[in-house]
């Protein structure tokens, strides 16, 4: 009997060992640890590579702890009954979920928490080697375990959510701060995650706005314009806008006047220019960015599904998605937004979508509309008439300026609560 109280025992220590070591690689700072590999710490590395393989690892525990558990608390039932007889099966269970609980379960996982990269370090070669040795069981199990999921309808799969995690981490970070102003730090992590999905329709110069040149004007207007732009690159068509022949540097132009060799031909103009590049309109930030560095660019022409000019993209507008607006001295300075005393903001109806959404934090969809105008217009299917008011996604909306079909300025009001498309 006294060989069968110690061996519980240290099967209950073995549940202690399993319990800790769970929650200390879970717990364990994933920052410290690849520090510590780095630093040459093997068993930091050995952390590291339990964690890649977590399925496995939680198994190899789970495994572990159970048979442990159970093994103990059958010795245990073994010696009450016969101390006590049939009563020792009451005995036995109260005894041990108490023991468990307290000393394999609670005690061993609060000391895990308080020093978890510690004892992570600490338990990380043992563990390993008890995944090795309990690999093919716990192989099987999670076969078993896949099968069944499948079995009924279960889509979720072995990996998580990585971008939704990531979210979630930033804006918990942001909830959590109680000093200084993170909202930049915030925006830029954001702007990160979102290349993959933003296309570069929805941050292009349209080309309503882009400063261009006619191959065919005066020589001398030519000049005047690119030395009066604030910009350094300009398309130049061909009499018609669709026909973009090339993209005027400004710097060229320069050289070229510099060197006494001005241009007085549309074939000097076209000679002094780059080929242009077009890019479909629905290539991804993340994609085009890759590009831009990859040809050594900056510059792209965005043509829709026909061919058609559409509008201008360089690498400065998808940087600025990342770090917000990037101002130099040859910016010219265009008043958007305007915050009112009363709470409400007057935009132009040319201000983008994610623009609203990254400096007042909401939630208008973009998938439909790049500008606030075109939600408007998306939401209401219509053109509305000045003074015409809509709520929708949360905010009033109503028309202020409208000029011709195009709306020019939309006062915004957030409301309480959400109707859709209700006409005022």
Same mark, same amino acid.
């Given at each position: 009997m006294t060989i069968t109280i110690v061996v519980i025992f240290i099967l209950l220590m073995l549940s202690a060992f399993f319990s800790g070591s769970e929650t200390a690689l879970t717990a364990a700072?994933? +920052?410290?640890?690849?520090?510590?590999?780095?630093?040459?710490? %093997?068993?930091?590395?050995?952390?590291? &590579? !339990?964690?890649? /393989?977590?399925?496995? #690892?939680?198994?190899?525990? #789970?495994?572990?702890?159970n048979l442990v558990n159970i093994l103990a608390s059958a010795l245990a039932t073994s010696v009450m009954i016969e101390l006590f007889g049939e009563r020792g099966v009451v005995y @036995?269970? @109260?005894?041990?979920?108490? !023991?468990? !609980?307290?000393?394999?379960?609670?005690?061993?996982?609060? /000391? @895990?928490?308080?020093?978890?990269?510690?004892?992570?370090?600490?338990? @990380? =070669? %043992?563990?390993?080697i008890l995944v090795v040795v309990f690999a093919p069981v716990t192989q099987t199990i999670q076969v078993i375990v896949r099968a069944t999921l499948r079995l009924?309808?279960?889509?979720?799969?072995?990996?998580?959510? =990585?971008? =939704?995690?990531?979210?979630?981490?930033?804006?918990?970070?942001?909830?959590?701060?109680?000093v200084g102003d993170h909202h930049a730090e915030r925006t830029m992590l954001h702007g990160v995650l979102d290349l993959e999905d933003v296309g570069v329709w929805e941050i292009m110069v349209h080309r309503r706005k882009v400063q261009m040149i006619d191959i065919t004007r005066p020589m001398e207007e030519i000049l005047d314009t690119v030395l009066a732009s604030p910009h350094t690159r300009i398309p130049i068509y061909d009499k018609d806008p669709d026909n973009i022949v090339g993209v005027l540097h400004a710097r060229e132009a320069l050289k070229a006047i510099v060197r006494g060799a001005k241009p007085k031909t549309a074939e000097d103009v076209r000679a002094l220019s780059s080929e242009p590049w077009f890019i479909p309109d629905s290539t991804t930030l993340a994609d085009q960015l890759k590009a831009f560095k990859e040809r050594h660019e900056h510059f792209a022409i965005v043509v829709d599904e026909y061919g058609a000019f559409e509008g201008v993209v360089s690498l400065e507008d998808i940087l600025e998605e990342i770090v917000g607006d990037i101002a130099d001295e040859t910016d010219v300075e265009v008043v958007g937004v305007q915050p009112q005393?009363?709470?409400?903001?007057?935009?132009?109806? $040319?201000?983008?979508i994610r623009d609203l959404n990254r400096r007042f934090g909401w939630r208008l969809p973009d998938e439909e509309a790049a500008t606030v105008a075109g939600l408007l217009l998306?939401?209401?299917? =219509?053109? +509305? $008439?000045?003074?015409?008011?809509?709520?929708?996604?949360?905010?009033?909306?109503?028309? #202020?300026? &409208?000029?011709?079909?195009?709306?020019? &300025?939309?006062? !915004?009001?957030e409301v309480r609560e959400v109707a859709t498309d209700e006409l005022n």
């Open positions: 700072s994933k +920052p410290v640890m690849h520090h510590k590999e780095q630093d040459g710490d %093997p068993r930091a590395g050995i952390v590291n &590579r !339990l964690r890649q /393989y977590q399925e496995r #690892l939680i198994g190899a525990i #789970l495994l572990g702890n @036995a269970t @109260a005894a041990m979920t108490a !023991l468990v !609980l307290i000393f394999s379960e609670i005690l061993p996982k609060t /000391y @895990a928490l308080q020093h978890a990269d510690s004892m992570a370090l600490r338990v @990380a =070669r %043992p563990m390993s009924f309808g279960s889509g979720e799969g072995p990996g998580t959510d =990585r971008e =939704r995690e990531l979210r979630g981490a930033i804006e918990l970070h942001a909830d959590d701060v109680v005393t009363d709470g409400s903001v007057i935009v132009r109806g $040319d201000v983008t998306y939401e209401t299917r =219509r053109i +509305p $008439d000045v003074g015409q008011q809509f709520r929708f996604h949360g905010l009033e909306f109503e028309v #202020l300026r &409208r000029i011709r079909n195009q709306i020019t &300025r939309i006062k !915004l009001r």
